[in-house]
């Protein structure tokens, strides 16, 4: 019903930057949240930062000031623009999905299947 394909991970030295990028498809009606976690080796999967339909943000305090997250919602994109990037941002990135609408079924949550990013000391 839904896919999402991710990009932009990669390898990347410590203060370098990346962008990465989910794009949803399918009979998407309307994504009330969208989002970006991640998950180091050996530790549980966090929030990194989330934005709403209206355009509002939340941030994890460890990436505030680094990360910006922005969204289109006519494409169903969610990008996460990674500044200053330091050793321990080194994770697996998902993108997520908040509360979906959509044509032909009925609401939920979708993960990406994660992309990963190593940050060289």
């Known amino acids: 019903q839904v896919q999402l394909v991710e990009s932009g991970g990669g390898l990347v030295q410590a203060g370098g930057s990346l962008t990465l990028s989910c794009v949803a498809s399918?009979?998407?009606?309307?994504?009330?949240?969208m989002g970006w976690y991640r998950q180091a080796p050996g530790k549980q999967r966090e929030l990194v930062a989330i934005i709403t339909s209206g355009g509002g943000t939340n941030y994890a305090d460890s990436v505030k000031g680094r990360f910006t997250i922005s969204r289109d919602n006519a494409k169903n994109m969610v990008d996460l623009q990674m500044n200053s990037l330091k050793p321990e941002d080194t994770a697996v990135y998902y993108c997520?999905?908040?509360?979906?609408?959509?044509?032909?079924?009925?609401?939920?949550?979708?993960w990406g299947q994660g992309t990963q990013v190593t940050v060289s000391s």
């Open positions: 399918g009979s998407i009606v309307s994504i009330n949240v």
């Open positions: 997520k999905l908040g509360l979906v609408r959509l044509r032909d079924g009925p609401l939920g949550d979708y």
